[in-house]
């Protein structure tokens, strides 16, 4: 975004999840409107109820819930019939659920950090205080459910945006986004055909296989590997797509985004791998010194090097 010789009008992210890169851009001032799409009504209900008048509901039920297994299994039971109830439940299971995974069939965090079970990842205050910080960039912030490709071909003529599309990997091979996302079915073809006549910049991240790149390369989009660590320090691959990727490439000048802890994401780490959004100061350097700061940037890869990107959570 810091790569723009003028701050883009709106900042578009048609598959917002938690949205994580969004948040960022807004807190950064990197962008006049940021304009979130998720299509999942469970997240949806988050996002709604955050930027709408039930925020400090939201909070106080987060502060005053008392989790137990029992407790949590009650709330995830009954049928959620506000979309106020909908969100505290969607959160709940993000935090409680292993990998904090949403999509039908995951199961309760069974030992957990320390083995605190479901209570590893649930931090109460901070949670709230996360929430209510987005009250603040809350005036640029426009969300809409729906569906990310179609509004994707609405605006595609466009050119005061800066898109960023983080889909569901589910191309092919191993399908990880099929595990993590109970909305993971994707036209990946028609994406990457809308996304080739979009008028505005764009920056597509997925997962390293064939196809993606065979679809890359049919639209003579450039490509880049960059290694992610993933919450469990596991490294793996990924690509970033674009028009044209020099701006994060082999030059000390230039940057590349701040990629920052997912919103939900909020246990304290060991080691200072990542950044997390409140958290920019301490969280600076990674294990080899390299900047992930918001202000700073990433600066210094070398010639020929991985980019070494954190991981963002692609949970909620
Ligand atoms: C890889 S995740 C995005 C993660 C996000 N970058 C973050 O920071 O958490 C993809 C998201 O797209 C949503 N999604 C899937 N298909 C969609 C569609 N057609 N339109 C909008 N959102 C969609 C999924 O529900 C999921 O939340």
Redesign the pocket.
């Given at each position: 975004m810091k790569s723009f010789s003028t701050k883009p009008e709106y900042f578009v992210?048609?598959?917002?999840?938690?949205?994580?890169?969004?948040?960022t851009v807004a807190f950064e001032n990197l962008a006049e409107q940021i304009i979130m799409?998720?299509?999942?009504p469970n997240?949806a209900a988050v996002w709604e109820t955050i930027l709408g008048k039930d925020i400090d509901w939201l909070c106080d039920r987060i502060l005053s819930f008392n989790l137990t297994t029992e407790t949590a299994k009650e709330v995830i039971m009954k049928p959620a019939i506000t979309t106020k109830e909908l969100a505290f439940r969607t959160i709940l299971k993000n935090r409680i659920n292993h990998g904090g995974i949403?999509a039908d069939g995951s199961s309760f965090i069974n030992k957990g950090e320390k083995g605190k079970g479901i209570k590893s990842r649930w931090y109460p205050s901070t949670l709230c205080q996360r929430i209510q910080d987005i009250k603040l960039i809350k005036n640029i912030l426009i969300f809409k459910q729906?569906?990310?490709?179609?509004?994707l071909n609405e605006i595609m003529s466009q050119k005061n945006m800066a898109i960023?599309l983080?889909?569901?990997?589910t191309v092919c091979g191993k399908k990880p986004?099929s595990r993590?996302?109970?909305?993971?079915?994707?036209d990946h073809k028609l994406l990457f055909e809308i996304t080739a006549q979009t008028k505005s910049a764009f920056l597509m991240?997925y997962d390293n296989n064939i196809e993606v790149s065979d679809l890359a390369n049919k639209y003579k989009f450039d490509t880049e590997l960059v290694l992610m660590k993933s919450t469990h320090h596991r490294e793996i691959y990924e690509l970033l797509i674009s028009k044209n990727l020099d701006w994060c490439r082999n030059n000390d000048s230039q940057e590349i985004p701040l990629i920052t802890e997912?919103?939900y994401q909020i246990e304290p780490l060991e080691k200072p791998l990542f950044c997390n959004f409140n958290g920019v100061e301490e969280l600076r350097h990674n294990e080899a010194g390299r900047s992930f700061g918001a202000e700073a940037g990433m600066k210094g890869a070398n010639k020929n090097e991985v980019l070494q990107l954190p991981q963002?959570?692609?949970?909620?």
């Open positions: 992210e048609p598959f917002l999840g938690g949205g994580i890169v969004s948040l799409m998720e299509i999942d997240v949403l729906g569906n990310g490709l179609n509004y960023f983080d889909p569901p990997y986004g993590l996302y109970k909305y993971n079915e994707l991240t997912d919103l963002i959570l692609s949970t909620l």
